[in-house]
Structure formats: structure tokens, C-alpha cells
């Protein structure tokens, strides 16, 4: 069973469109995250939610919208895509956010902006 | 601000050679330290963690001690395998910080037969 599942795996899109990656977690955590690799491969949080609140929003661009419809789901919506935005981005959860919790990752969608 | 900072990879080791990979840290508060492995293609798992002071952390062969005199945290295997081949990740989250992990830049080890 697929503890936090992305989809898709791979998007390819041109820019200036919108689009959108879906995270699930069957875990029961309440926090869920987005963090963005880049090609150097540095990992850096884009945004946290706990129990469905927005409590990190690390200085990214408006394009980004981040919704939770529920603790179990963390979506990720990107408008008028820019070259810029090509990276990997993983979702992940973790039982609490306090500091010390363990955050489990998904296998990551990467995104490529032509 | 909290930063990590990890020593420069790739590191390139033969099978059964002694692994340490560098991690020191600065941080406003008191972290909880963590090494995150990545294989190829895949998304980011859990190593190991400690979470005060002089705690060991300990994982497929894998240790590390938090010292918090010198701020580090760094990587040790004794004998590391070809499967071992990944990046590593250090990273710490502080109390407050809404468990946001801070990560280090990574440190790509290839293990050779």
C-alpha cells in the first residue's frame, strides 16, 4: 500500500499554462507539505498545511496555490507556468507538526516547462 | 535563520570502505537533526533521526550522534554496499518551526565493486 501517492509522475507542458499535481496520504497524518527539488538537487518547503490550515508559506511566487480539501489530501495549482518551475516536487506528511515528526515522502512529480 | 551544510559530494568509495559524510548546522532554537536518503528516481526516506543531545541515531549500518558542542551531525557506515548508492540528505526542523525541514545541499555517494 502507497503511504503518500502523487499523481502525475511526469508532466510535460508548455508555458504560460496551469496545471496541477495531487497528493494523498493513507497514513492519518494531520500536517501534509510541498517541498520543490531543483536541478542541483536542493530541496527547499514551499508550503505546510495542518489539519487542512496553511501554517508554512515559505516565499513563493502567487502562482503557487496550495488547497487542502481535507487532512488527507494536499493539492498543488501552478498558473501561467514559467521555465523557471521546472523541478521536482514532493509531497510528504507527518503525524504531527511539532518538530520532531518523522514526514514521509511521495515518489515526487517532475515537471517540465518547455 | 537555520541552515545545514554538508560536504561536497560526489563521494566515490569502494564496496566494504569506511563511509562519513560531514554535517554541521546553526540553528535558533533546539533542532532535531535527521538524515534522508534519495535512490535514484525515487522520492526521499527516512535514514535516521535524533532528537537531543547526544542521542545516536542508527539505521541499516548507518549512525550518527548529535553533538551539539560542534553543532554536527555526521553520517558514519562501516562497511557500505553497492545498493548504498544515493544522496544524502541531512536536515534538522526546530520546535515552532511548524516541523519544516531544513535540508542540507545533499551529498551524492556512489559505492563501486
Known sequence: DTAVSQTPKYLVTQMGNDKSIKCEQNLGHDTMYWYKQDSKKFLKIMFSYNNKELIINETVPNRFS???????HLNLHINSLELGDSAV????????AGGKYEQYFGPGTRLTVT | GNSVTQMEGPVTLSEEAFLTINCTYTATGYPSLFWYVQYPGEGLQLLLKATKADDKGSN???EATYRKETTSFHLEKGSVQVSDSAV??????????GNKLTFGTGTQLKVEL
Do not use: H, W
Open chain 2, 60 to 62: 541499516k549500518g548507518f
Open chain 2, 88 to 97: 544524502y540528505f541531512c536536515a534538522l526542523t526546530v520546535t515552532g518551526g
Open chain 1, 89 to 96: 516536487y514532493f509531497c510528504a506528511s507527518s503525524q504531527g
Open chain 1, 66 to 72: 496550495p488547497k487542502s480539501p481535507d487532512k488527507a
